[in-house]
């Protein structure tokens, strides 16, 4: 039995997924499984790269497939053939579907391709094979043939498309044929940020950066608020729209004074952590505003890091993603003087040695992993 699995996508990247092909002539029940790693992540969960999962199982007049779509769905198609005690006129397929959310079954569909009508004789099933659950359209097979196709979409979830066919070994050889993809709107990358890249950058910077929407000082000693906000001085937390803790404007004189007291608080021996700092604040941001902000200051950085990154626009998604990541950190100067390898590594285009070049000492390892491992799905993408 062989398991063959690529890459789908499209030059511009607004096509992801990956599709799985599995066959041979099975000695018993046979499983394999595949997983393909996306340029980003195009599921639920999106602030990691993403990867299409999926288990195949092949024996004598049975199939299974099961494809993992994101951390919480799962689509299952199995087709068993079934030999009739009255002769091949009473042979019999089932097929059932079942889409599953937090290994929850939210649709199920069962049923036989050939029923008893009154007289007793074997007749084509009247089910229409055209269902809809949990934001799927669903078609399945209606007919006995060679092969068997259920195709699932959902225009909720980002144009997502599954598409299963199982081709049964009744004797010798059986195949598996397994496609997921989806299809984003098609946007120019040479210009900005696609919209499915925010939206798997955006929660990872909250995630990395931390979301305080008080005054505090950093591990380098600089007053911050909301996703690593910088407040180098009175002056720019005067034009913050703090509010009081009754959801007051504060006053330009309230926010001065604040950012005056955390800085005042920081003590290079100590280290204080972030949230320590909100004991001493009495002034918050809003979280539609450090929403709107994280947003508007990513937008901004591309043509910053179009200018430090020559070709930029035509990077991989995830390699972009990566890249902005320790831009954010860092800031250009930092990024372009203490990681001259990394950078050498990124003006060829070489990903797997950026992603060994990445790894920063003043983060924790898991947003180290995170930029890696980015890194590498821009190469095993390449």
């Known amino acids: ?42 599921f639920q969960d999106r602030d990691y790269a993403s990867a299409v999962s999926g288990v195949f199982a092949l024996g004598t007049k049975v199939g299974n497939t099961t494809m993992q779509l994101d951390a919480r769905t799962a689509i299952n198609f199995s087709v068993s053939e079934i030999s009739g005690s009255k002769g091949p006129e009473s042979d019999n397929t089932t097929v059932a579907v079942v889409l599953l959310q937090d290994a929850v079954p939210l649709f199920t569909k069962s049923y036989s391709l050939r029923v008893q009508d009154e007289s007793g004789a074997y007749v084509d099933t009247k089910e229409s094979g055209v269902y ?18 259920a195709v699932l979409k959902s225009t909720v979830n980002r144009n997502l498309e599954c598409r299963i066919e199982i081709a049964v070994p009744v004797s010798g050889a059986g195949r598996i044929e397994a496609m997921l993809k989806v299809d984003f709107p098609l946007e120019d990358k040479s210009v900005a940020f696609t919209t499915a890249e925010l939206e798997s950058m955006l929660p990872a910077l909250k995630n990395h950066e931390g ?31 703090f509010v009081d803790l009754d959801d007051n404007p504060a006053t330009e004189e309230q926010k001065r004074a604040e950012w005056r007291l955390i800085s005042s608080k920081y003590d290079k021996d100590i280290k204080h952590t972030a949230d320590w700092y909100e004991d001493f604040t009495e002034l918050y941001l809003q979280g539609d505003f450090i929403d709107s902000k994280l947003q508007s200051l990513v937008v901004s ?50 990903w797997s040695t950026a992603a060994v070049e990445s790894h920063r000492t003043k983060i924790g390892e898991d947003r180290n992993d995170y930029v890696r491992d980015l890194f590498l799905v821009a190469a095993t993408n390449q």
């Open 1 to 42: 039995m062989k398991l063959i699995t690529k890459p789908i996508k499209s030059t511009d990247e607004n096509i992801c997924g990956a599709s799985f092909s599995y066959s041979g002539t099975p000695n018993g029940v046979e499983v394999a499984i595949g997983s393909q790693p996306l340029t980003f992540s195009a």
């Open 132 to 149: 809809s659950g949990a934001g799927f359209s669903i078609t399945m097979p209606t007919r006995r043939q060679g092969s068997y196709v």
């Open 211 to 241: 979301e305080k929407d008080f005054m505090y000082v950093d591990s380098e000693g600089n007053v911050t608020t909301g996703v690593g906000f910088l407040l180098r001085n009175e002056d720019a937390a005067a034009g913050y729209p």
């Open 301 to 350: 950085d591309f043509s910053g890091l179009s200018r430090v990154f020559p070709g930029f626009g035509e990077f991989p998604s995830a390699a972009r993603i990566a890249i902005h990541d320790m831009y954010y950190n860092l800031g250009a100067s930092k990024l372009q003087q203490k990681f001259p390898s990394l950078m050498a590594a990124i003006a060829r285009r070489d």
